[in-house]
DNA sequence: CATGAATGAGTCTTCATTCAT
DNA sequence: CATGAATGAAGACTCATTCAT
């Protein structure tokens, strides 16, 4: 008797993992990959260390798939916003705030992917290029509307992918302050920072 | 016999040390903290395992040291040209280039430096203390040079120790690319594209 | 409403029961007790793992099962064609070409049963003897003829028991070469070469 | 300062490894492979887990290890000892004679030589072909022998290597019965059986 | 000082078995 | 009867660290 299309099971299952992905995010970021173990997960998840394996093959699967769909989460947060933005301007504001704010909401998950990029200079390839195809998404989103700008004249005629790259880690900078606790003041400040920062040294004048 | 205030034992340690760090620079910028072995390293420095341990007292203290000279270079490196360059404008510059010239050319070095920021996070709190002193160094004489700028009104009245922050991350973020080829430009136009998009962000008018 | 004093259920069971055998036999033969997994024998049979403890208590039973089954088949083969032939001579002839036989024709049960020949001695005591049971039971059913045999005098007087054993050591030891492809030659060969040995062997004169 | 050719490391070097083969084939011969853990192997030699790693790479090494050096030893001492003999009947019995023997004095290495047998059906391929390997060593040592035989008209032209296979597997049932305490009588007797029915069973007329 | 053999705590992963549905 | 998700015990293997030589 399936209600909803799902199955009474299908709900059980759905439930369990989304348990287990919070599990391991939560002490994923806690101690870093190495440092977190299966048995801690687990626990947390309120399940026996076997049951993770059911869902995830492995350490690494898991760990990737906190990942995996925190990034997709800001992505996605980060694209609704920006589409209802109107002008080149306010888009570029729209994706500073919603990426830090997405941060700042999700810590758990920040300090994982923050902690991913230091792990893409020793990683073996194969997990790089997953994480930094990712990565590479958000940049391209900023690097249209850049190139918009670019096109209306309001940003003057600098290489969009590079700026882009620079705004995003300009935007994840601001990020790892506030969720660290150096940076106590608004959000607002800190997107109007770098905003202006960003404006007006890429303003067509 | 002691000479020049150093007795023979003395500088055989200190080439000793030399050779450990070196080995462990390399070995940690190319396997990551947790999957280097201390094996590994004591055979690149071509000693036995034990050796090490007369030398560092833990693999963490190997690591720590391995970054902790190299961070100390570069800020030497750093303040050294600066000191040479006269303006606001050139010594900002100077900044840049300084930093992502010298992790271009200490390529083993920069990969920890960068994953550690990613540890950073993750870490326990002692040893991210430490890693947090040496690096707001760095924002500190880059701070003491924007207060300059905002004195002499080259630069507009912005936090200066958020710009200065700003500055390291996008300089950081240069470097990433180009160590990891993304970027295989003239250092000149990386320079030059930061330090235009932060003058002219930051500038007075 | 039972039916040639079966009910339905009953047949069910049986049936189930022949398939669960028949997929434990394969696995067990493919992989060895130790490297077969429940869940790959209850996907063979198309039940569910769970399912196979209703009909077996554990992977040990079900192996078991396997086997005897297996060997009971063989003996039964063995004997309704022995009964059949006249002579000792014939007897013997029999014998060594039914086992040589079915196993060719058995290959999954062969591997099962030869490879617990290895596991005999270091098996816990109870299940050995559970086997050397059965394989004792062939051996008999030979001295038995080998006995008639020496009453007639067609066979000198050798100790029964140790003559049984070795004929049936020299056909498994035969069985094996056929189904490992060693020996593909014609099946009369091999029982020629064996009995040949024997039949000389044990010989009166 | 190293004497008759070893230091002293080298000489604790080779006593440590004689010792974990020694554990290991008796661990192993009572447990068979999959429920032998290193754990007890480490245990009975007298040292912990890890050392095991220092010598061999894994447990499949340690068990092949064990294995080796027993068949070696078995055929070293069968070998040596058919040498000796003159006659191509003394060298037969000499051949069943030395491997009954050996295997009755050495009944650790015995289980596992024997329990392989079975293994070698669901083994993977590569383990099975060193061991083969070595098994076929013994059966072209007595095939030799054979074909002396069948030149001097001693022993009818058989297929000297299906000959060679069959007092091969007599010889190894001989050992098992003995080993297992179902053959209690004097060895000369058992190796007697053998031989005559073999010699009988080949001979020319 | 230097060595490297020895240690053993620490973890991931597997899989037979159970049991609520 | 049948299911298959959940369990958790068990074990191979790694490697930082120690210490006798």
Not at 48 to 51: E, H, P, Y
Not at 155 to 158: A, N, T
């Given at each position: 008797m399936p209600i909803l299309g799902k199955t009474k099971r299908e709900v059980v299952t759905e439930f369990r993992m989304a348990e287990l992905v919070a599990a391991a995010r939560k002490v994923f970021s806690e101690r870093g990959f190495h440092n977190a173990t299966m048995e801690e997960i687990a626990q947390l998840a309120g399940v026996?260390?076997?049951?993770i394996y059911l869902y995830y093959p492995s350490k690494q699967a898991a760990y990737w798939a906190a990942m995996e769909q925190g990034i997709l989460g800001m992505l996605e947060a980060t694209r609704r916003n920006m589409d209802v933005a109107g002008t080149v301007e306010a888009k570029i504001r729209t994706f500073i705030e919603c990426k830090i704010s997405y941060c700042e909401q999700n810590r758990d998950f920040f300090k994982i992917y923050y902690s991913e990029f230091g792990h893409s200079l020793t990683q073996p390839l194969r997990l790089r290029k997953q994480f930094r195809e990712l990565y590479a998404q958000q940049a391209r989103i900023l690097k249209e509307v850049l190139e918009e700008g670019i096109r209306n004249q309001e940003?003057?005629?600098?290489a969009a992918d590079a700026a882009a790259f620079a705004i995003c880690d300009l935007t994840r900078s601001a990020a790892t302050q506030r969720v660290l606790g150096w940076d106590k003041g608004e959000l607002r400040n800190a997107v109007d920072f770098i905003f202006d920062l960003v404006w007006k040294g890429l303003g067509s004048r």
């Open positions: 026996a260390k076997g049951t940003i003057r005629p600098v």
